[in-house]
């Protein structure tokens, strides 16, 4: 297991490894993430492996930029494009109509893509390294209290892990249906502060 620093030499070695179908380890704003290529088979494999993950629970995503999954949305509502406009970079994970022909271990019942910008530099740095958006699930066997830390992080089974230091427990992101007003997952960002971006639910 290599342990790499957030600068361009471990941002490098981070892109490498996931070009490899290797899982890597990286911060994000509230704890230690899991990171592959969420576009790969073989990598999909290696994560849920190193989880012991139920295959039906999919990973949501993170990008740098919302332009590095433009090309797998079907299309952006005016109420998801008024969350991203406010709320990234941030702790709000947005549900997407996603194109066909993707891995249905990234989608939900309905098709669906969870997406967000993190709020933390690094994060946001491992994508703009390997160009494109990576998975973004804690770092911790399915059950178990998610990573604090960069060693905590280096589960079985991870090649690289990138040292953000100690992490401040902070509460996940929130998970949002923008088609519906519904909040799926309580987090930093409140069903009020959404509401006062987009309408109430049922709007």
Request: aromatic share 6%.
């Amino acid at each position: 297991m290599n342990f790499v620093a957030p600068d361009t030499a471990g941002y490098e070695a981070a892109a490498v490894a996931l070009r490899n179908n290797d899982v890597i380890a990286y911060p994000t704003e509230t704890v230690y993430g899991l990171g592959v290529n969420p576009f790969s088979e073989e990598a999909l494999d290696a994560l849920f492996a190193v989880k012991a993950r139920d295959p039906e629970r999919p990973a949501l995503l993170i990008v740098a930029t919302f332009s590095q999954i433009e090309d797998k949305v079907r299309c952006v509502s005016d109420a998801a494009r008024r969350c991203m406009d406010q709320f990234w970079p941030g702790p709000l994970s947005l549900l997407l109509p996603a194109v066909s022909g993707l891995p249905g271990r990234m989608l939900d019942d309905r098709g669906r893509l969870c997406v967000r910008c993190p709020a933390h530099p690094v994060a946001r740095g491992i994508c703009r390294a390997w160009g494109g958006p990576i998975t973004s699930t804690s770092a911790n066997l399915s059950g178990a209290p998610p990573a604090q830390t960069a060693a905590a992080a280096g589960l079985p089974g991870v090649a690289l892990v990138m040292d953000g230091g100690v992490l401040n427990r902070q509460p996940p992101s929130t998970v949002y249906d923008p088609e519906t007003g519904r909040v799926l997952r309580q987090g930093a960002i409140t069903a009020a502060m959404l509401s006062e971006v987009v309408g109430p639910p049922g709007r």
